[in-house]
């Protein structure tokens, strides 16, 4: 049976050109970039080349990108950073939103209990902020904004170059989780008004264990983590080069590619919306235009999640239903949450994420599978029974 992987907001395959990229780096050309001999130097000529590489993709300056060990990491500097700078001018208000990745609110939880007020602002039923409401949020003690570029779980794309325009007018440091957008969508952080975005390699086509926290020149970044002064003093640590070379490859070619990927993903993409589509009483998540290319989420209501996913994998669809993060535990997604569903129908989502090889033909698969999934599930649910019997009152249409 072939294996569909509909997963990649979890995770992606190492492209090729990643890891012919990286290979020299293991063994030929292991030094370390911090050695003054030409084995480090040789190393440190490929930090500088990722660097560039990685700065060109943002339309960046190689000085304002900073290597990380991946997203996580990327989001808790920016934040504490900002946090920092804030404390040290009386500033001690963050505004986010509700349906950030947990690397962004547990780091803003940790905040929030040695301080600092947080306002998580309302998503909506589409999972999009609007420019108004973080103006309206901002307050004169107000040090930094953090929104996320493209949701993890919906995909939903949130309107960042409007966003980081009120920031600058009211000259408040904002930070944007790009992690879901480096390499899908077109960055431009000076365009885009953006003082600081963070970007994991894992998600396209490079190696997990690395990421990008870019901070615009005049931007103070708190270290994490003390030691050498490598990154400029600002994350200590031996830099892993063969993940930082592979992530540059990886974003070089997936910039270079965009539109060409995107397109393709679209197009299956809408497929699998309006084939999942056709299920009575599921619903679309997040706004149908305004999505990452390769997002597809749905809730259906009467069954689980978890048992659809499982049943999927028996399949051979690899989905989720959630986040990775989420999922294994019991509570319901904190995005769904957001956006409104109920916990009863926030229980039953769906996440496909799709990249650009997925074909028409296994999008068929996919929606066939999904359809008779739901439909086995659906028959031995009490849940359903209820709600066919109208002892329980349908919530989704
Ligand atoms: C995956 C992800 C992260 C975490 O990145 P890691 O490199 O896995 O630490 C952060 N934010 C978003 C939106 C993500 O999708």
């Not at 983590?225 to 070379?245: C, D, F, S, Y």
């Not at 109920?342 to 496909?352: F, Q, Y």
Request: net charge negative; aromatic share 4%; proline share 3%.
């Amino acid at each position: 049976m072939e294996y569909i992987y509909a997963d990649n907001a979890a995770t992606t395959a190492v492209s090729e050109k990643a890891l012919a990229a990286m290979m020299p780096y293991f063994r030929d050309n292991f030094g370390n970039p911090s050695s003054l001999h030409s084995a480090g130097q040789r190393a440190n000529e490929a930090l500088l080349a990722a660097r560039e590489t990685a700065a060109k993709a943002l339309n960046a300056d190689p000085k304002e990108i900073f290597f990380t060990s991946g997203g996580s990491e990327a989001d808790n500097q920016a934040i504490v950073s900002a946090a920092k700078l804030g404390a040290k001018k009386g500033k001690k208000h963050i505004v986010s939103t509700a349906f950030e990745h947990h690397a962004v609110l547990h780091t803003l939880k940790k905040l929030k209990k040695e301080g600092y007020e947080i306002t998580l602002l309302d998503v909506h039923e589409n999972g999009i902020v609007t420019p108004e409401q973080v103006a309206d949020a901002i307050r004169d003690d107000t040090c930094l904004v953090t929104v996320m570029f493209a949701n993890n779980e919906i995909g939903t794309v949130q309107p960042i170059k409007e966003i980081g325009a009120v920031c600058r007018e009211k000259k408040v440091l904002f930070h944007t989780d790009a992690v879901q957008a480096a390499g899908h969508l077109a960055i431009d952080v000076k365009d885009m008004n953006i003082d600081m975005l963070s970007l994991s390699g894992h998600k396209f086509r490079g190696p997990k264990g690395a990421g990008v926290l870019y901070a615009r020149k005049g931007v103070l970044l708190q270290s994490l983590i003390e030691g050498g002064a490598q990154e400029r003093g600002k994350r200590a640590g031996t830099e892993n080069l063969p993940a930082i070379v592979g992530m540059a490859a990886a974003l070089e070619d997936a910039v270079a590619h965009l539109e060409e990927n995107a397109a393709k993903e679209r197009r299956i993409r809408d497929m699998l919306i309006d084939g999942i589509g056709e299920i009575a009483h599921c619903a679309l998540n997040g706004d149908r235009e305004r999505r990452l290319p390769g997002n597809v989420n749905f809730c259906f209501e009467g069954i689980e999640g978890e048992s659809l996913l499982l049943l999927l994998d028996d399949k051979g669809v690899a989905a989720s239903s959630g986040s990775a993060c989420t999922s294994g535990s019991l509570e319901p997604s904190h995005v769904l949450l957001a956006i409104g569903r109920p916990h009863e129908v926030a229980h039953g989502s769906l996440r496909l994420t799709i990249d650009e090889t997925l074909t028409e033909e296994q999008a068929r698969y996919i929606i066939d599978a999904v359809k008779e999934t739901v439909s086995l599930l659906r028959s031995m649910s009490p849940v359903w029974r209820d709600l066919m019997s109208g002892k329980q009152q349908f919530i989704l249409k």
